[in-house]
């Protein structure tokens, strides 16, 4: 297993280029389920998560082969050439619970799915019993047998339109969404999704769905409309950048006190983000792209301490859980008390007792950590335990005096490319090792994997 060293304490300067989002990619690529014709995705990033959804597709007939896109980015044609296999594997589905997207594809064009039911993980229970009530509201007659959703399609034939709910307790479901959405577009009549997520990446699966043929309209609003076709074609799409990739270099500018740029920064995926930033005295300046929010250069600048501040996260368009753990690292380093809510994932706080090793003061209780500003984390050995988590422990390393080794980075390699690379080209002091070559590095008891 890998580790990395940083020696903390450099101001970051320079440029880094966001990549492709591994969060639209994934429902995207299980989308290429949906017909027999090649989807060609643009922009894919080269992660851990990407490589797992291959394999899994390929286990469904479903041919994947890459070549190098603009940018250095991965040019990726999926071609599902054998619809006789409709079962996705507990061994890879327990990697990635993203698995469960490929249910709703599977189901509408295949008639039948069987996917084991994904786990728990790191940062909480993760059910997904809205995705089930979607499909079901649909006609697909759904039962669980030895740890699987079987999923059929009604004995009567296709799936048929309906108007279906699909706020939960926390939200409304992002993989959810596009598991309804993606079944819905080949269904017999209208479907109405009331409480769908409004996530940028489901607004970007239904503009790739519609270059198949699908007609979908109201995606990225609350509620999305599908009007059922009978067959998609194959298309070409470009995957909208990453919009927690590029959260994820803005705080680690602030942090460092730095100023770098972020290119290919979809800034208008991230309003609350840039909105919490400016509010605590981070300087964001919005260059080229502007006016294409999607794609804008945006230079991150932090001369001072920042302020303390008030963080919730919400569904999309509020603050994202995927950078409440960045944004703890930063606010470790405010002048003041800031109080932390976590609304989606009221569990996924594993990166609190690894920053307290680093000397942040933080107070939890329940969704609610209270973190009252120091003026310096100290290095020590740390354990990352999910993918966010770990990129805020690297944030933090940054920032640190001395030397942090952050444990288990398979994690982040989950979510990020490269990112050591990347940050070392901004002048950090960061490098990548095998955790057998550390001496005195306890070798701590972490949670598995999200
Ligand atoms: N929920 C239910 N029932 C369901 C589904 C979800 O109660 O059937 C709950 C969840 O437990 C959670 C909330 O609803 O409390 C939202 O979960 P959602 O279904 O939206 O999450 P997801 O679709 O499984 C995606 C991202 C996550 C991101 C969440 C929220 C992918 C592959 N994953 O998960 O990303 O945190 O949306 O925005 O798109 C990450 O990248 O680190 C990551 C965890």
Redesign the pocket.
Known sequence: MDAFVIHGGRRLSGRVRVGGS??AS?PLMAAALLTDEPVVLEGVPRLADISNMRRLLDELGCRASDEPGAHGAMRLTLHSHDESVSAARYDIVRTM??SICVLGPLLARRGQARVSMPGGCA?????????LRGLRALGAEISLDSGDILARKPRSGRLKGARIFLG?????????TANVMSAAALADGETIIESA?C?P?VADLASMLSAMGAQISGAGSPRITIRGVRELHGARHTVIPDR?EAGTYLIAGAITRGRITVENCPIDHLMAVADQLEGIGVRLRIGEGAGNGVRASVTVECESRVKPTQVTTQPHPGF???LQAQMMSLLCLADGNSVITER??PQRFLHVPELARMGATLFHQGPTVVVSGVRELVGAPVMASD??ASASLVLAGLAAKGKTTVLRVYHLDR?YERMEERLAAMGAQIERVDEKELAGVPAGAASGG?
């Open positions: 591994k969060n994934l619970r993203a940062i909480g229970d993760r059910p997904v019993d809205l995705h939960g307790p926390y939200g409304p479901t992002v993989l959810g997520a996530e990446e927690i994202p859980t995927d989606i994932y993918l966010r979510g999200d």
